[in-house]
T-cell receptor
Framework: DQQVKQNSPSLSVQEGRISILNCDYTNSMFDYFLWYKKYPAEGPTFLISISSIKDKNEDGRFTVFLNKSAKHLSLHIVPSQPGDSAVYFCAASEYNFNKFYFGSGTKLNVKP | DGGITQSPKYLFRKEGQNVTLSCEQNLNHDAMYWYRQDPGQGLRLIYYSQIVNDFQKGDIAEGYSVSREKKESFPLTVTSAQKNPTAFYLC?????????????FGNGTRLTVT
């Protein structure tokens, strides 16, 4: 059973607007969460992470929000740019277990 | 520049043959991983190693084998016992202090078995 889920396979957003990508998890022991961006035929690139002791982390245009009670995290991209078009994966791991579990990805299309 | 090198980028094999995928890192990371990506699916963990000469099975280890004789290298062998070997294979590494080190990925090897 998937422990990390991304229920939206795709998202289309106009350039300059906000992109919101969502991720849910089931394992309450997860305490470290990450977002990756992936282009076709390339490896994923790390974007941003958040520890369970925080509920928000920002890095430039990217902000990750964590709602532990809902077991939900989201990635906000503001403003969205055409170069942001890619597949975004969320991932999670449990303290003391150096294993990372990935969602199935959301394909973001930012229209010029 | 530090990074992870996977070779080759594309690999073709006949059914019934074993094939080994290379992964080398110069990031001085202790932990290394192999993931598999299939169309429309996320990354699934095959094997991982937290230290030299030690490795553990991931969620889909059947039909695969690994070795970790050197810190820099973590080759993956896809054996003839793997029922659906055609996929995109990704190698990754991380420092063991994982709160300050996310997974770093190579650019992958696309394996096609016919």
């Amino acid at each position: 059973d998937q422990q990390v889920k991304q229920n939206s396979p795709s998202l289309s957003v106009q350039e300059g607007r906000i992109s919101i990508l969502n991720c849910d998890y089931t394992n309450s022991m997860f305490d470290y969460f990450l977002w990756y961006k992936k282009y076709p035929a390339e490896g994923p690139t790390f974007l941003i992470s958040i520890s369970s002791i925080k509920d928000k982390n920002e890095d430039g245009r990217f902000t990750v929000f964590l709602n532990k009670s809902a077991k939900h995290l989201s990635l906000h991209i503001v403003p969205s740019q055409p170069g942001d078009s890619a597949v975004y994966f969320c991932a999670a791991s449990e303290y003391n277990f150096n294993k990372f579990y990935f969602g199935s990805g959301t394909k973001l299309n930012v229209k010029p | 520049d530090g990074g992870i090198t996977q070779s080759p980028k594309y690999l073709f094999r006949k059914e019934g043959q074993n094939v080994t995928l290379s992964c080398e890192q110069n990031l001085n990371h202790d932990a290394m991983y192999w993931y598999r990506q299939d169309p429309g699916q996320g990354l699934r963990l095959i094997y991982y190693s937290q230290i030299v000469n030690d490795f553990q099975k991931g969620d889909i280890a059947e039909g695969y084998s690994v070795s970790r004789e050197k810190k820099e290298s973590f080759p993956l062998t896809v054996t003839s016992a793997q029922k659906n070997p055609t996929a995109f294979y990704l190698c990754a590494s991380s420092a063991r202090d994982r709160d300050n080190s996310p997974l770093h990925f190579g650019n992958g090897t696309r394996l096609t078995v016919t």
